[in-house]
């Protein structure tokens, strides 16, 4: 079966860290694009960040720009989303997404909650 699994979210307190994992079964990452997208309650899915299949270009979205940080490590097929600094607007459900010119997957996400 050909999926994408997200791991590592969770409750942390405003300032702490995350560190979110996409992980592919059934078909390799490395020529794929990937990107991370979050949605909040009564918001619209917007992108996060995302990073090409070397993983020589990445980007991020404004309000995460210089406290998250996405990498790939194709040997272990997976895809990795480190949150930093985190404030109670990230709070959302994070997916992630991979794009190959006609093949695009999608995780069934992860929700992330920060909260004091």
């Known amino acids: 079966q050909l999926q994408l699994v997200e791991s590592g979210g969770g409750l942390v307190q405003p300032g702490g860290s995350l560190r979110l994992s996409c992980e592919a079964s059934?078909?390799?990452?490395?020529?794929?694009?990937i990107g991370w997208f979050r949605q909040a309650p009564g918001k619209e899915r917007e992108g996060v960040s995302c990073?090409?299949?070397?993983?020589?270009?990445?980007f991020y979205a404004d309000s995460v720009k210089g406290r998250f940080t996405i990498f790939r490590d194709n040997a272990k097929n997976t895809v990795y989303l480190q949150m930093n600094s985190l404030k109670p607007e990230d709070t959302a459900v994070y997916y992630c997404n991979a794009v190959y010119q006609s093949y695009n997957y999608w995780g069934q996400g992860t929700q992330v909650t920060v909260s004091s």
């Open positions: 990073i090409s299949s070397s993983g020589a270009s990445t």
């Open positions: 059934g078909f390799t990452l490395d020529s794929y694009g």
